[in-house]
């Protein structure tokens, strides 16, 4: 399903967007079967948290199978054509992981994906649980990037940032198993603390246009849909 005029202008202003469709529900039930799977498994490559339990897969598209098929499903490139136009690229190397949030994983906190605004990525989040207060939704400062960059640093040890308050006024953005939410990637966001004995899955992905100047296909993205094509004036 494509965006109207006034989820992309909703998009460009607020920095995010929760999108109306959803995974299907056998893809869903794949997905949440196949992460719980390789987890116990641990599969390589993981991330562990500072108790040792497995919380991310990552390098999702290169284990293949159902994870590709939900990478470069209709539900996510259909949208996102309305953002980035009709050729697509996957990032490998940001994002492309399974995130398992556990109570005390440590990982709560508000970040940017990336630094600076000139090659923005748009980040997709595929909740294959129903997230809320509780387990740790998404949290975000909706506006946050249209503000100037920032140095690499959590934004909660960034004083500049700490002075304008703006960490204050985060909103979380609960969610429905299947749900699809697409952000820019320079909006303030992170996931809050899970506060239950049970996990809450989503997949991370990262997307951008296919970059007209690029003289050589970058072995870090993967194109999705459309093609690649050069615009460049070299002679």
Known sequence: MSLTPEQVRFFRDAGYLKLAGRLPDHLLQELKAEVERETRAEAEPVKRD???????????????GVYRDALACAEVLDPLEALLGPNIELILNRHNHACLRLADDGTAYLHRDILQW??????????LEETNLENGCTQLVPGTHLLPGRPALPLEQ??????????EQA??????????????????????????PGSRISLTAGY????????????????????????????
């Open 50 to 64: 500072r108790h040792g339990r497995v919380v991310r897969l990552s390098s999702l598209w290169e284990r293949g």
């Open 118 to 127: 000139s090659r923005s990525i748009v980040t997709v989040l595929f909740y």
């Open 158 to 167: 960034d004083e500049e940032v700490l002075r304008t308050g703006l960490l």
């Open 171 to 196: 909103l979380p953005v609960p969610m429905p198993a299947g749900g699809l939410l697409v952000l820019d990637s320079l909006v303030y966001h992170g996931a809050g603390p899970n506060r239950t």
């Open 208 to 235: 951008h246009s296919v970059d007209e100047l690029a003289g050589a296909p970058d072995p870090r993205r993967v194109l999705v849909r459309g093609r690649r094509l050069y615009m460049g004036n070299d002679y």
